[in-house]
Every structure is written in C-alpha cells, then in structure tokens.
C-alpha cells in the first residue's frame, strides 16, 4: 500500500473521482491535483491515492490527471475504507505527508516525522443543517472530524465562513487553513463550443446535485411569479432525499415545459448551458464555497445567490443576494430578484462585469501554492 512515493512526494487522495455522486468535491478533488502537479516545485512531485477500484477506473483517473508519479490503490473498496478510518483501523499503513480533499483520511496518532496528515472539511452542513443530509453521512462526517480535531496536522476549508461556523464545533485551533477552489479552466475554455440542442430561448440556469439544501423546491415555485417565456434547466446529478425538479414543478401545479432537467453534463456543454443562460441561480440554503456560482461569474452570466455565508463571501459583492429568511416566501424573493436583472439590462451588464472581475480573483494555480506552501510548514522535503 505504500507504493514508491519518495520524501519530496506529496500522496493525495483522489478516491472521490469514483464515489457514486462526486460532486462539487469531486470537481475539486480533480481540479486541484491537476494544479499541484503543474505547478509542483522542483524536486517535488504528487503521487495519487485510492481505494480499490477497477482498471477501468484506475485508467480513467490517470487519463484526468496527467503528470501523477504514481497512482497507488488500497486493497479495500471505498466503503469498506470509510468505515475503517472512521472506527481508526488501518490508519497507519499511509506514511509521508498526505493530503485528504475530504474528511475520508488516515487519522489517528502518528509521528510527525512517520507522517503528516491533512484534511478537508468543504462546509459545516453536518452541524448546522443536519436535516438536509442522511443521518448516515451526518454521523460519519462527525465522527470523522473528531477525529480531524484530534489528529490532523492541518484542516483545510475553502471560506473564511466555515471556518467560522467549525469554531462553535470543533477546536481545530491554528491548524485550519483557507484554501478556496476557482473556476475550472475546462469550462472557461469550452465557451466556443456548439450550444446544447433543445435549450429554451429564455431561461435560468442552477447546477448542482439534487439534493434538499440547494433550495431547488423554492426555486422552482419561483417559476409561477415569472413570465411563462422564462424557463429552467437545472444541470447536476441525482444525490439524495428523492429531489427531482419535475416532480417538484408538479407538486406546485408549474407547467412541466419550463422545466428541463440535464443531469450530468460534460464541461463543454455546461459552459454552453451557462452562458446562453439569462441569469444563473444558486439558491442553496447552506454551502461551503459555491463553485458554480464562481464559474457562472467566469462566464459573464449575471449571477443570484442566497445569502448563506459562503456565496456572500464568494461572490463578493459581484451577485444579487437573496435572503434564505425574511417576509414572504424564499420563492417570491427569488423571483422578484430574477426579475430584475432580466428586466434592467444595465442591472445584468453591471453584474456581468463585476462577476467576471470577481471570478479573476480565484485561480487554482494559487490553491496549488497555497497548498504546497502548507505541506512545506508542515516539513515536506525536510
């Protein structure tokens, strides 16, 4: 299990490309590797890290992230992975320095000159807003950051807002580091690309996997205080808790031709479905950074957000905030905001610009630095 990676190798964990719904952690797990490699410093390279999975998968991994040292695989499934770090077992058989993009890490005691361990909390969701996950993940995601608190050398959040909201649950101390995402070049790079057949003329565009705190119920019921030219396509992965955007236009009697669900779309056409869109929509009640947000803004697409911590910090002053609480319905918020920027074109150009410049401010070349520069403090090489 050890593999071959030497002193001035970083291990990272790259098992969340093959979980059943990757997501945004996914996404960032992919997007960060490929900038640690690039920008790798001399005498330093990256060594991939998985539980078992098949060849196919293990191919598939390589051909997404060229340039790894080695890509070495565990001798159990993720599941059987998670469930063992959680209780502490077979913590011990990763040495060197290693970096978790999640919570699934190596913890427990160690010799900081035997090995040093780095993991990823993405949101405080477990905490604050248990009732949107599976009681399963909450008491995993829990029990995994105790044991964070315990025995990571360092925490990495993606915002200063949860890194915050962690402090009313955890005493992570001086330990956590804010290391944010940005948007992915794949997608900047696909705006060229042929628009996706059958989009509606007019619409509003959210992305995201369909779970219960992405606000999508509020967001479609919004529909019903809007023209009937305004329609929405909603591009993301099925996760959990039955959310289906049809099913939800059907409870709130909406006309199902405005709704065009994508599921999981290629980056290329995610651009596409983006930036044809007349505003993009990101009305999660709870999140940890808001990626599709940022990238909507790299796009040039007038951005609305909920007021959740992190998408206020994020987008920064660049998006329409929309309360999550306030007089009235989430639902008739969202629309009176969507009305404005489709109705004010100097509204939507104003957002347009200031979103583009926002986005600019996030690279994963700096993620990379940052990352690398944690793991130097941390004796990396030493």
């Known amino acids: 299990m050890n593999g071959d990676a030497g002193a001035g190798a970083l291990r ?64 159990q499934n993720r599941h059987v992975l998670a469930e063992s770090w959680r209780r502490g077992l077979l913590v011990g ?20 000159a035997k090995r040093v361990v780095v993991a990823t909390i993405h949101d405080a969701v477990p905490w604050t807003h248990p009732a949107t996950l599976t009681p399963r993940g909450v008491a995993w995601h829990r029990s995994m950051a105790q044991r ?11 915002t200063e807002a949860v890194a915050h909201q962690l402090e009313e649950f955890l005493r992570l101390g001086e330990r956590v580091r804010v290391i944010g995402g940005a948007p992915s070049a794949s997608v900047a790079h696909s705006t060229g690309s042929p628009p996706l057949a059958g989009l509606p003329e007019r619409y509003i565009a959210a992305v995201g996997t369909l779970e219960p705190r992405k606000g999508l119920r509020e967001l479609v019921g919004a529909l ?42 290629n980056d290329a056409y995610l651009a596409s479905v983006v930036s044809g869109a007349v505003a993009f929509v990101m009305p999660s009640l709870a999140e940890g950074f808001g990626l599709p947000a940022l990238e909507a803004m790299s796009l040039g697409t007038p951005t609305i957000v909920s007021d959740a911590p992190a998408l206020v910090e994020v987008t920064g002053g660049a998006a329409l905030i929309v309360p999550i609480a306030g007089p009235g319905t989430m639902s008739r918020r969202l629309a009176e905001a969507i009305s404005r920027v489709t109705e004010d074109a100097a509204l939507a150009d104003r957002l347009r610009t200031l979103g583009e410049s926002r986005a600019r401010a996030y690279s994963w070349e700096h993620s990379a630095h940052a990352t690398w520069q944690l793991h130097h403090a941390l004796g990396l090489g030493s």
């Open 224 to 265: 019903s205080e809007l023209p009937e030219e305004i329609h929405l396509v909603h591009v993301g992965p099925h996760g959990w808790g039955e959310v289906d955007i049809v099913d939800l236009a059907r409870d709130q009697n909406i006309d199902l031709g405005r709704i065009h669900p994508q599921g999981h779309l």
């Open 12 to 75: 990272i964990l790259l098992d969340q490309l093959t979980a059943p719904t990757p997501g945004g952690i996914g996404r960032y797990t992919r997007e960060l590797t490929r900038a640690l490699v690039a920008t790798a410093p001399a005498g330093r390279e990256v060594a991939g890290w998985s539980a078992r999975i098949s060849p196919g998968a293990r191919r598939d991994m390589l051909a997404s992230i060229p340039g790894l040292r080695s890509l070495e695989l565990a001798p």
């Open 148 to 158: 964070a608190q315990r025995f990571a050398d360092a925490i990495v959040v993606p």
């Open 93 to 112: 058989r990763l040495t060197g320095h290693v970096h978790a993009t999640s919570l699934l890490a190596p913890l427990g005691p160690h010799r900081r």
